[in-house]
C-alpha cells in the first residue's frame, strides 16, 4: 500500500532533526522536555507515523519555533514568526536555524480563476499574494488555490484548504492536479489511459469518478505540493 503521507513525514523528520541538532538535545532530553514519548519521537523521526497537532505543539513550544517549522502542513503566520515564541537573539543557534528557515520566502499569488488563451496561462483573478518558503519550491512555477467542496476529503483536503500547485501539464497517474474542465477549475486525482481517455478520479466514495474520453475537453494546469493547513 502506498503511503500517501511519506513525504511530509520525511520533512517533519528533517525539521525535528535539525532542531534537535542545532539545540544539542538527543532524543531521549527532548521526550523529558516535550513530554513526548521517546518511542514516539522515534516514530516522528523514522517516519513510521504521522505527527498529530497536540504534539506539534509541544515541540514548537519547546524549540522556540513557529509550528510551520516542525509541520509545513502548518499555514506560516507572520505574526507568530514575530512574536516572542520565537528564540532569545542571545541563542545563536537556534537564531540561526530559524533565520535560515523563515527569511528564504517568495511571493506566491492565491488564485481565483484561470484561463486557458492560446495555450497561455492566465490567472484572471489574484486575491492575494502568501509568503511561501522556497524549500518548497524546488522548481517550476507555482501558484496557491483554495480548495472547495468535499470531493477530496480522503486525501486530507477540506473546503477551504489552501493548495500549493506547481504549474505544469502532464502529471503522473494518481497524482492530484488542478485541471480546467470546460472552463472550471477542479482538483482530482489523475489517470491517462490512453492518448484520448482519461479518468479523473475523487478522493471520495460519494462522488463517483469523471471519465473525460476526449482529452480536448481537459487541460492539465499543474500538481498539488502542499496543502497549508491551518488549525
Known sequence: MIDRDLPLKREIA??????MKANNWTQLKTSQITGISKSTLSDYIN??????????????????VPKSLIDPSFER???????????????NKE????????????????VGNISLKQESLTFEKI???????KSWL?????????AKGNSMIHARIQSG????????NQVKNGDIAAVLIDGTLELKR???????????QNDNPDNPPILIENSNNIDIIGKLVYNLITY
Open 190 to 200: 489523475v489517470y491517462v489511459l490512453d492518448h484520448k481517455t482519461i479518468l479523473l
Open 95 to 110: 537564531n540561526k536555524l530559524n533565520k535560515e528557515k523563515t527569511t528564504e520566502i517568495k511571493q506566491i499569488p492565491i
Open 138 to 146: 524546488k522548481d517550476g512555477n507555482h501558484f496557491l488555490l483554495r
Open 127 to 133: 486575491i492575494a499574494y502568501k509568503d511561501i518558503p
Open 47 to 64: 517516519c513510521k507515523t504521522l505527527i498529530n497537532v497536540g504534539n506539534v505543539e509541544k515541540l514548537a513550544i519547546a524549540f522556540k
Open 14 to 19: 528533517e525539521n525535528i532533526k535539525s532542531l
Open 77 to 91: 503566520n507572520d505574526d507568530e514568526l514575530n512574536s516572542s515564541s520565537l528564540p532569545d537573539k542571545d541563542n
Open 161 to 168: 484548504d489552501l493548495l500549493l500547485i506547481r504549474i505544469q
